[in-house]
């Protein structure tokens, strides 16, 4: 059993004891802003030489009709979608990757260049398809991502320009093997005696079926368990709070240096509570925080936060509160530039709203309940499972919510998460991974970071695979041969 204890932590929105700002730049993040690390250095030069024409009939050849037959069919496209979709071509299944939206990377794409914290270890290799995606990302030289700092709230992450990483996940999924398909949102589920045969896709045209011999939930929001009859759970136990929902936004014309110099020194806190209570009494939108992360493209910033102050729950699987959390997140980001140059915040005075992410960030809906149900207990205490298949690393995020900030340090980092946690109750021939796993409100908190979502996808990709290739259901497949692919590829178990 090899993991790290370091309690490094994964922190989306590290949590600075709830001060409204949160510091997520360190000195290392800091001496990564090297003007060589931003498209002027030899890598650059050698990135630009690559050409990479593709043509129609090369892209198409990827793209199924509908009705096509899979061997696994990963629903989701986001970071645990790409970890099992890569994983389960790796592992040589005819495998298909349904992605609701126009692009793949899910929050990774959407929250503009907030690192994808945990895609190393300690600095080092995780092995696996956190490998592939690295060295995707490196073939296109530093325009494509800026390492992340090593360290305990945040770390072992990468800030990837978001459209690199659009571009790098069509090619990983291409040199895999692994058919694709966008704008191709599930809506239903076809089953027999509690049995998964089929998902069903909306189109333009109509309802379309795609069927397999397993299935793997990533949609972040569990919808094909929840059209195929498995028990979810929403929010936290008790008052049903969630975190906040986020649409992310990126700067232009800022001063970095002094923008970060500010972020991470003393005086940030205070000065920036003392603005935003000013600007909230004025009649600005706020957000409960706020956090700051680097870019790869000089001058520009990107802005996390914790959605609009005091807005109550929101829950993204309804589609009233899902626009109301974009109706608000547009108006924050309009707000944050006026307030940032009219209060002067400092290295913001002249900046400019350059955009905001595709959609707004979902950080938490529906769980799906499994053969096992994490809990923050196993995430403290560190519970091991003989049918261990991943690892979380890092801290406890609960984005903002403040009953829960507690636990932020507690976690044990490098806690297991047992092949049972994949198995939906009730229906077989599904798996479940990222965000809609099989855990309590806390449980999914602990760790919730994307390599950690890229791992979980990646074990139930590769036990997809070999339950498609043995004939026998996810249910009944020995997590042995799971765990033995895994730690062949790399991979800390
Ligand atoms: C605002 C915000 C900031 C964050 N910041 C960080 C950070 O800095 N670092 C970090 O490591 N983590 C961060 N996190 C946490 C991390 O992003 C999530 O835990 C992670 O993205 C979850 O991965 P996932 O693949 O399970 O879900 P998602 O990323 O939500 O991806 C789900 C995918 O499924 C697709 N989908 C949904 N429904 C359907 C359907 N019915 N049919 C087909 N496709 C569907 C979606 O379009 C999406 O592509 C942040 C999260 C948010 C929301």
Redesign the pocket.
Known sequence: MIHTTDNHG?G??AVKDMMTVHHRSGESAVKSMTTDNHGCGENFVQAQKKASFISRTEAEQWIPEDGTRFDVIV????????GAALASAHKGAKTLL????GF??????T?LW?????MRLNGGSRGGVHDRIIKKLEQYGADAYLEGKTSWV?GD?LHIHPEYLRGAIFELLEESGCHYRLY????GAKTENGVLKAAV?QTKSGLAEFEANVFVD????G??SFYAGAETRTGREGDGSLMP??L?FALANVDTVRLFEFYNGPDCGPVLRRILEEAAAEGFSCADWYSF?RTTIPGVASV?HGGLKGIGILDATKARDHTIAERTGITLALDFVKIARTKGIPGLEQCHLMRVGGN????ETRRVIGKYVLTIEDAIHGTEFPDVIARRYGAV?V?GLQEDKDYKQLMKSGYAYPYRGLLPVGVERLLV????GSYTHLGMAAG????N?IAL?QAAGIAAAFSSQLGVTPGVLDPKVVQDFLVQWGVTL
């Open positions: 994964a989306e929105s629903a989701g496209g986001g970071p645990a979608g790409i349904l992605e609701a939206k793949f990377g899910g929050v990774a794409a929250s907030m690192p994808m914290n945990r945040d992450g191709s949102p599930i809506v896709v990533c949609t972040g929001d919808d094909l929902i986020t992310g992360d996390n707004v960030g979902v950080r995020d984005a991974a990222g965000r809609c919730k970071s994307m390599g979502m996808g």
